[in-house]
Nanobody, 114 residues
């Protein structure tokens, strides 16, 4: 059974940074294109970043230049480095494949507020 576990969220002020982690059990993440999603209150879940097995990345326009997705295959983990955070980045962040191949994890809350 595949389990995705997100961590690293928190409360930060605008302009600050956070790094999120997503660790998987039951799959070898390096074989999959993986992505980070977020869901803000009252909004649909959206894909904000993805990374292919070869390391190619793609970003939503709203986070391009501020967020960086990466992976550590030795730890079966992907990361989302978030910089210059803005209040509109406030959301619960999840990882999954772009096709939502696996059950959702519990997510990690990111709150950007002064």
């Amino acid at each position: 059974q595949v389990q995705l576990v997100e961590s690293g969220g928190g409360l930060v002020q605008p302009g600050e940074s956070l790094r999120l982690s997503c660790t998987a059990s039951g799959i070898t993440m390096r074989l999959w294109t993986m992505g980070w999603y977020r869901q803000a209150p009252g909004k649909q879940r959206e894909l904000v970043a993805s990374i292919t097995p070869s390391g190619n990345t793609n970003y939503a326009d709203s986070v391009k230049g501020r967020f960086t997705i990466s992976r550590d295959n030795t730890k079966n983990t992907i990361y989302l480095q978030m910089s210059t955070l803005m209040p509109e980045d406030t959301a619960v962040y999840y990882c999954n494949t772009p096709t939502v191949a696996f059950s959702w994890g519990q997510g990690t809350q990111v709150t950007v507020s002064s």
